[in-house]
């Protein structure tokens, strides 16, 4: 869901917008970014004091397959 919903943004998306947007606590996405970024899936752009949150080109795979996997159930 949260690699998902950084695909589907239309605009630039930060830890704190995507823990409100995924109803989830603010510790726990930054947990799962921080694993996400060892894996290869995302990137963090820092500007001034915010990181802009960024999916890599293997994260954007993976986000078009959980997706579609979504479509169909």
Not at 38 to 65: D, M, N, P
Request: glycine residues 4%; charged residues 30%.
């Amino acid at each position: 869901m949260l690699l998902v919903t950084l695909l589907e943004s239309d605009k630039e998306i930060y830890a704190s917008t995507l823990a409100k947007t995924i109803d989830c606590t603010y510790s726990h996405v930054v947990k799962l970014l921080k694993e996400m970024n060892k894996a290869g899936l995302i990137v963090f752009q820092k500007r001034g004091r915010l990181k802009i949150l960024t999916l890599t080109k293997k994260g954007e795979k993976l986000s078009q397959h959980i997706r579609e996997a979504r479509s169909l159930l």
